[in-house]
């Protein structure tokens, strides 16, 4: 079915985020059910702003900002910069620490009843293993490791390199039971040998993509336009190759849980994702245009997935496209 025709599909969708609504189709990521195959990506939630927007115990998941041992400043201003399709951005994982984490939005969060995905940012594997020490004993549902943010000096060469992850895994894998995520950088040669070392050291999921290094420059003085210099592209520009590195992944490993991101803008293009492979699909830089994008997401994927039997079935047993085909 082409792109067109499914878009056609959609014109009758009636959207209202502030809707009380449940999904007709959800998935299991890791063990871990998910109400749909939709969720917000790490870093594009705020729990204050997008509350008023729509109750996000109904979405698959909620991925929350990167958190660290001790706050973290970010990066100076200007951190984002606009593209003709995305955004740029050099944020450097700005949070106000793993305690207030624990002591703030997560019970918020679970209080409402999301299914929460805790996003970890370090510099090194100590820090990594004592976010992942103190959200061991948390409500949270499962921990996503951030070893691919471009816009920090240090902890995400982790990322690049599968023998350092190994050993970050080895690290982190006996301090919890929950479901630990390894979150991919697309800034590599080939993606799978990086998957391999998360499958193969104790993950339970990897998710993917985080951003590319872009950088923009104004023309009117000659200098980068953001204060880091260079910044992670996202948006709906990186699509194509999110779809592409999913893909690639799920071909080498038929039954590994995949969650995907990178420009996901409609439940057309989640529903890509879920051709190409993925278990479930995060929106993020959409949510940065319209709060309640993952909501109006979540519902056109509901109904293309309505005559979609087949792969509906398969994501909700937990397993993938892929296995329809097999
Ligand atoms: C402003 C901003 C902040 C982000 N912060 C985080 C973060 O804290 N942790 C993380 O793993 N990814 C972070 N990301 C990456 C996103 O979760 C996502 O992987 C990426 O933006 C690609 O998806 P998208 O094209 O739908 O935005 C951030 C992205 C943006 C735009």
Redo the contacts with the bound molecule.
């Keep these: 079915m082409s792109a067109r025709e499914t878009t056609t599909e959609l014109q009758h969708v009636h959207f209202d985020a502030t809707e009380p609504r449940t999904f007709r189709h959800g998935t299991v990521v890791a063990g871990v059910p998910w109400k749909s195959p939709i969720g917000t990506?790490?870093?594009?939630y705020n729990l204050d702003a997008c509350s008023v927007y729509y109750n996000p115990a109904i979405l698959g998941a909620v991925?929350t900002?990167?958190v660290s041992p001790v706050p973290w400043e970010g990066n100076p201003a200007p951190r984002?910069a606009e593209t003709p399709a995305?955004?740029v951005?050099s944020?450097g994982?700005q949070n106000p620490g793993v305690d207030h984490y624990l002591e703030d939005d997560l019970p918020r969060l679970k209080a409402m009843g999301a299914t929460v995905v805790s996003?970890v940012?370090g510099h090194s594997d100590d820090d990594f293993a004592e976010v992942v020490e103190k959200l061991a004993k948390s409500e949270a549902d499962m921990l996503?490791i951030?070893v691919?943010?471009p816009n920090v000096k240090s902890g995400t060469s982790v990322g690049k390199d599968p023998v350092a992850l190994c050993t970050l895994l080895k690290r982190l894998r006996p301090l919890t039971d929950k479901p630990l995520i390894i979150?991919l950088t697309p800034n590599v040669d080939d993606v799978v040998p990086i998957a391999r070392a998360a499958i193969e050291n104790g993950a339970d999921a990897v998710s993917l993509?985080?951003?590319f290094v872009g950088m923009r420059i104004d023309t009117h003085t000659g200098r980068p336009i953001l204060a880091n210099v260079t910044g992670?592209v996202?948006?709906p520009a990186?699509h194509p190759m999110a779809v592409a590195m999913v893909y690639k992944i799920r071909q080498a490993f038929h039954d590994f849980p995949i969650i995907a991101?990178?420009?996901?803008f409609s439940g057309d293009d989640a529903l890509e994702f879920l051709y190409a492979g993925a278990n479930a699909v995060?929106?993020?830089?959409?949510a940065?245009v319209d709060p309640a994008a993952p909501v109006r997401i979540a519902t056109e994927l509901d109904e293309l997935l309505d005559s979609r039997p087949e792969l509906a079935d398969a994501l909700a047993v937990g397993k993938n496209w892929i296995h329809v085909q097999d």
């Design positions: 990506a790490a870093g594009t991925s900002k990167g984002t995305g955004t951005n944020v994982l996003n940012a996503e951030n691919s943010c979150k993509i985080n951003t992670g996202s948006g990186v991101m990178g420009g996901t995060e929106v993020g830089s959409a940065l």
